[in-house]
Structure formats: structure tokens, C-alpha cells
């Protein structure tokens, strides 16, 4: 199994940065995909970011929500096992429970794995 460990949340003011780390540990080799979700208060968790790990013939692909796309860059760091987030230009709609994923191929098929959420939240 793998583990997810995030962190770097908190509290900021509107037009703020911030930067979210998630580290994997455990059966990290089948790991092929990262990347954030979110869940706002009474909202259905969304996804927020995802990268792929880079390929033979290409590098890592990113995918953003339209909310987020022009501020948000997720990144990831292959050697620590470690997937970045970096927010800028936070709004308020942006507070939400933030939660790292991974995804990979295992003998049963494709498997999900989630950490237990960073708190992020932003005033105006």
C-alpha cells in the first residue's frame, strides 16, 4: 500500500501564496500519477491537479480545473517521492480540505490512494 502525507496548509489572506507538499512512502513503485483534490463545506470533492510521471518518450503531463489553471502549479519531485502544489492568487473560494491522491497499476488493476487532507483557507 501507499502512504500520503500532506502538508503546508493554513490560513492566508486573499491575493496570498501558498505551497502544499505530499510525500508517498510504502509501495511507491506503482505509482504513475499524482495529484490534489479539494472539498469545500457541503461541495462534492473536486480535482484540482494531477501529473503524471514522466515517460520514455515524454515528460510528465499536467491537468488543471479551469478554476484553478493560471494560479496553481503542481510539480513533483521524483527522487523525494514528493508532489508540490504551489498556490498563488488565492481567493476565498479557494478554502477547502485539500487532499493528495496517487494512482498506479498493481496486479488487481488501477488503485487510488488519498491522504488525510490539509486544511487551506483564505479570507477576504
Known amino acids: 500500500q501507499v502512504q500520503l502525507v500532506e502538508s503546508g496548509g493554513g490560513l492566508v489572506q486573499a491575493g496570498g501564496s501558498l505551497r502544499l507538499s505530499c510525500a508517498a512512502s510504502?509501495?511507491?513503485?506503482?505509482?504513475?500519477?499524482m495529484g490534489w483534490y479539494r472539498q469545500a463545506p457541503g461541495k462534492q470533492r473536486e480535482l484540482v491537479a494531477r501529473?503524471?510521471?514522466?515517460?520514455?518518450?515524454?515528460?510528465?503531463?499536467?491537468h488543471y480545473a479551469d478554476s484553478v489553471k493560471g494560479r496553481f502549479t503542481i510539480s513533483r519531485d521524483n527522487a523525494k517521492n514528493t508532489v508540490f502544489l504551489q498556490m498563488n492568487s488565492l481567493k476565498p473560494e479557494d478554502t477547502a480540505v485539500y487532499y493528495c491522491?496517487?494512482?498506479?497499476?498493481?496486479?488487481?488493476?488501477?488503485?487510488?490512494?488519498w491522504g488525510q487532507g490539509t486544511q487551506v483557507t483564505v479570507s477576504s
Open positions: 491522491n496517487a494512482e498506479g497499476s498493481r496486479v488487481e488493476g488501477r488503485v487510488m490512494y
Open positions: 510504502g509501495s511507491i513503485f506503482s505509482i504513475d500519477l
Open positions: 501529473i503524471t510521471n514522466p515517460g520514455i518518450i515524454r515528460p510528465a503531463s499536467t
